[in-house]
């Protein structure tokens, strides 16, 4: 069964920097579209960043230049360092990966950023 873990989430001042982790239960060079999404209340999930097998990385316009996904492959974790957060960036933040064509998502971590 694959299971993704969200962790490092909690509140920041804006300006401030936190990273996410994303813990999987299988070999993370398995998973394929590995990326982390958004939510807040009331509205769509929004995709913020995607790392694919060979490294390349894409950003949503919103986070780019201040958000960096990497994962590390012998750990089996997926990051997210996200620095000059903004009041804006407050959301529920996902990780997801797909295997065998199945999408996988984590239970999401709160980040919480006050002006």
């Known amino acids: 069964q694959v299971q993704l873990v969200e962790s490092g989430g909690g509140w920041v001042q804006a300006g401030g920097s936190l990273r996410l982790s994303c813990e999987t239960s299988?070999?993370?060079?398995?998973?394929?579209?590995l990326g982390w999404y958004r939510q807040t209340p009331g509205t769509q999930r929004e995709w913020i960043a995607v790392i694919v097998s060979g490294g390349a990385t894409n950003y949503a316009d919103s986070v780019k230049g201040r958000f960096a996904i990497s994962k590390d492959n012998d750990n089996n974790r997926l990051y997210l360092q996200m620095n000059s957060l903004e009041p804006e960036d407050t959301a529920v933040y996902y990780c997801?990966?797909?295997?065998?064509?199945?999408?996988?998502w984590g239970q999401g971590t709160q980040v919480t950023v006050s002006s």
């Open positions: 299988i070999d993370i060079s398995y998973l394929r579209g």
């Open positions: 997801k990966g797909s295997y065998r064509n199945v999408d996988y």
